[in-house]
């Protein structure tokens, strides 16, 4: 919820601007409307072989748990760059070949997951500041019922289904609350 209006400092009002159709945080003395739009976070599925790189959480929310390395993209980067940029800082992986494999939507809680597979280009990888430990897992090694998100199980699960089937193609889909997912693609 926003207050005040970083153009101007005035308070601001919701309200439906002209021309619009949903409510926005509108300053009356500047007139600048306030979108608020959905957060992109963009994330690698690190692979070594059968083998993905995972991530024990330094940092909330879900300290302690498993993840994939992925994080809030950064202005001027592309989904791509940030991708690789949190392999990095999460867990000093370097990664090449990247290749586009799953974008999930999850609008009630306005983000969208972008995941990257990704080939690690050697086992030079340890934990960065927001992780605990990173181990690689094949799929029947992965703590399951430990992972952080259940974006990272439905990103996982659809990695280790393609590697089985011998194919890697692009899923895209919708997570709903409570935690239902619908595949669009």
């Not at 790189?53 to 879900?62: F, G, Q, T």
Request: charged residues 25%; proline residues 6%.
């Amino acid at each position: 919820m926003m207050n005040y209006c970083s153009q101007c400092g005035k308070p601001l009002t919701v309200s439906i601007p002209e021309g619009d159709n949903r409510e926005r945080h509108v300053c009356r003395h500047c007139e600048t409307i306030h979108y608020q739009n959905p957060r992109i976070i963009a994330g690698c599925i690190p692979t070594m072989g059968e083998r993905v790189l995972l991530c024990k959480r330094a940092i909330e929310p879900r300290h302690g748990l498993w993840t994939l390395p992925a994080g809030f993209m950064e202005n001027g980067e592309s989904t791509v760059e940030g991708a690789l940029r949190e392999s990095i800082e999460e867990a000093n992986a370097q990664l090449v070949n990247p290749e586009l494999s799953c974008i999930f939507d999850i609008p009630h809680i306005n983000q969208v997951y972008i995941f990257y597979r990704a080939e690690l280009r050697d086992t030079s990888f340890s934990p960065g500041l927001e992780s605990l430990e990173v181990e690689l897992f094949r799929e029947h090694e992965v703590r399951w019922d430990q992972l952080a998100f259940p974006v990272i199980e439905l990103a996982l699960d659809h990695y280790f289904t393609d590697l089985k089937a011998g194919r890697h193609q692009v899923h895209t889909g919708e997570v709903r609350r409570p935690w239902k997912w619908i595949r669009s693609g």
